[in-house]
């Protein structure tokens, strides 16, 4: 797999099951990875990375159902805005204008990441797919039902 020109490879990161933290493991081109919680070394073996560096199938899990959102830190672009509107007054309101034509050029250049909606892992540095949409609730929900019926199997429905 190629590493892009900033040197950074394709990661996962995800929260680990045993105490939540979350676990950054870098998707080498061995066919194993391992992602190690820094918390408690949990160690959680990775699928084998994708062909082409085409993510098919949630690294962690395997489910198929990805979506994609932008790589956006939440808390900057609250902060963009809130020191926009203290320097409104002076500026008379100038600063929102420029946080607005900020905030939406930082969005272009944002990295796409691509979510699990089965265990939410976060897959960074992989070609888009033309699969993998916006999050739509319907699927999220789908899952969500597909897991809980996992978790009680059909013949002790049955008996019960
Ligand atoms: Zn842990
Ligand atoms: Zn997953």
């Known amino acids: 797999m190629s590493r892009d020109a900033a040197g950074r490879g394709p990661t996962v990161a995800f929260a680990c099951d045993r105490c ?3 676990i950054f493991a870098p998707v080498g081109d061995g066919p194993i990875d391992v992602g190690r919680c820094p918390g408690c070394g949990q160690e959680q073996p990775l699928r084998p990375a994708p062909q082409a560096g085409r993510l098919e199938r949630c690294l962690c899990c395997g489910l198929d159902r990805l979506y994609v959102q ?3 830190n939440r808390k900057l672009g ?3 805005f809130a020191l926009a509107a ?6 008379w309101g100038l600063s929102l204008l420029a946080a607005t034509i900020l905030d939406a050029a ?7 990441v691509t979510v699990c909606y ?6 960074r540095g992989f070609r888009k797919s033309a ?3 916006a999050f739509d609730l319907h699927v999220a929900e789908s899952v969500a039902a597909r897991a809980r019926a996992v978790v009680i199997p059909e013949s002790e429905q049955v008996r019960g």
């Open 20 to 22: 939540g933290r979350a």
């Open 70 to 72: 932008k790589d956006f």
């Open 78 to 80: 609250l902060g963009i």
């Open 86 to 91: 203290l320097l409104s007054v002076p500026t």
């Open 106 to 112: 930082l969005y272009r250049l944002l990295p796409d």
């Open 118 to 123: 089965g265990c939410g892992a976060q897959h």
């Open 131 to 133: 699969a993998h949409g």
